[in-house]
């Protein structure tokens, strides 16, 4: 597994984070290469429980060296926070490397991710309010403010001026809120600079020069491909490209240097914010997925809106990343139900789309079409062995894997490292 993408196929909360860890007990470096502190990755090792939203989850690992890179965006209270929290039960965050060129996430940015969202009012996008919008939204509008600039006091200063110029206009005139001070955010900035400089290198070279010496490397994607805000459900979707060819450039190495992407789906659904979602149940089953699947968010607490395995969707995730497999996750949830379904084509009054649409309206008014497997209805969240899955449990997957196209290499049964079983 030299250079290994891992990417959501879905809304996200697809179990990413377990998936990247059982990766990286065999990695040296760990990266994560979009997004911010909008994403939570629960690990569980033993009896403990990791929560982690900057910090790459191969932080766990003593020998793995974790980058945040340059296509993320970065509240460095947040960060510092997660890293004392780490040092306090006992895991070294010293090793944890953060590019030169990732973007800040400022107070202004928090604020107006708040106020914008109020100000769609049924409209809204339902963010996770840290940021990340307005704080990608600066980078491309060239107003941001990148890590390196932590170190030059009089740069750092004239770019918060100027960019707080822009904000508070928008603050005071268009959102009704009170305009910010630059010399206090100056102060508390340049103070995380000092606290971060010795984390802070050329994280693209790190990487490069790692995969040049036949050194494992992970790039764990945070969100997932319908969130992208090219391919995703725009406007629903977060503000980086969560697909695998933002492992590229939200790092700064070529996509001939990516050996496998590694597509992590849950053997259901989930969303958490608005916007479409064709196979979501709004009714008791959908309840009973939220429940039993513990479906809250991890960074908001928010409920998960659930439904069946979407296979359109999947089926789109192989084709924008380009996946090489797939893990499939969070099979013991769908034990408690007698019949499973799967949605393998959308129906619209004009016609039967076994592709993703083109155009996002279909996904609010079609009908998807169902194959129905039989359930399995028994507890497999203690099963080592895929064989000594039942056998129903093993049709779902290979069902799965025949609408995908593409091998299903890996399943979880359960929150912990040992609930991973490997296909042959
Ligand atoms: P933002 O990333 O905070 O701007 O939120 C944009 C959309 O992405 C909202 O629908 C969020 O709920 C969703 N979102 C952001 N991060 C995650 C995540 O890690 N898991 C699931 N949904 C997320």
């Known amino acids: 597994m030299p250079a290994t993408v891992v990417v959501g196929t879905q809304w996200g909360d697809e179990g990413k984070g377990k998936i990247t860890d059982t990766l990286s007990e065999r990695a040296d470096v760990v990266v994560r290469f979009q997004g911010g502190n909008n994403a939570g990755h629960t690990i569980v090792v033993g009896d403990e429980r990791f929560v982690l939203t900057l910090i790459p989850s191969g932080v766990l690992y003593p020998q793995v060296t974790p980058v945040i890179a340059n296509g993320c965006v970065v509240d460095p209270a947040v960060l510092l926070d997660e890293m004392a929290t780490l040092a306090a039960r006992g895991i070294d965050p ?10 800040l996430i400022m107070p202004y940015h928090r604020k107006l991710d708040a106020v914008m969202e109020r100000y769609l009012g049924r409209q809204m996008i339902g963010t996770t309010k840290r940021g990340i919008g307005p704080a990608y939204m600066d980078k491309f509008s060239r107003f941001g403010i990148r890590v390196q600039d932590l170190f ?4 750092f200063r004239q770019k918060l001026e100027t960019a707080l110029k822009d904000k ?5 005139k268009v959102y009704n809120q009170l305009a910010m001070d630059p010399e206090p955010i100056a102060e508390e900035y340049l103070a995380y600079g000092e606290r971060l400089h ?4 050329d994280t693209s070279l790190l990487v490069w020069e790692a995969i040049r010496d036949g050194k494992n490397v992970v790039f764990e994607g945070a969100q997932a491909t319908l969130l992208d805000v090219d391919h995703g459900t725009y406007p629903f979707v977060t503000s980086s490209n969560p697909t695998a060819g933002g492992a590229c450039t939200g790092t700064g190495i070529g996509p001939g240097l990516i050996d496998e992407v590694l597509g992590v789906a849950k053997a259901y659904i989930s969303r958490v914010g608005s916007g479409p979602f064709p196979t979501e149940l709004d009714n008791e089953i959908g309840e009973r997925m939220v429940e039993i699947g513990g479906e809250y968010g991890t960074v908001t607490g928010r409920r998960r809106r659930c439904g069946w395995l979407d296979a359109v969707a999947l089926r789109y995730a192989v084709r924008v990343n380009g996946l090489t497999r797939i893990a499939l996750t969070k099979l013991d949830v769908l034990s408690h139900f007698d019949t499973l379904r799967v949605g393998v084509a959308y129906d619209s009054l004009e016609k039967r789309y076994s592709e993703f649409p083109r155009q996002q309206r279909i996904l609010y008014n079609c009908q998807p079409v169902y194959e129905d497997l039989p359930g399995w209805g028994i507890d497999i969240s203690s099963v080592s062995r895929y064989e000594d899955l039942p056998k129903e449990a093993q049709r779902y997957v290979e069902f799965v894997e025949e609408q995908a196209g593409v091998p299903v290499t890996t399943v979880s049964v359960g929150p912990s490292r040992a609930a991973t079983l490997e296909r042959g």
């Open 94 to 103: 010293s090793r944890l490397r953060l590019s030169a060129n990732a973007h």
């Open 152 to 155: 030059d006091p009089k740069i």
């Open 168 to 172: 508070n206009r928008q603050l005071v």
């Open 198 to 201: 010795d984390h802070v290198t």
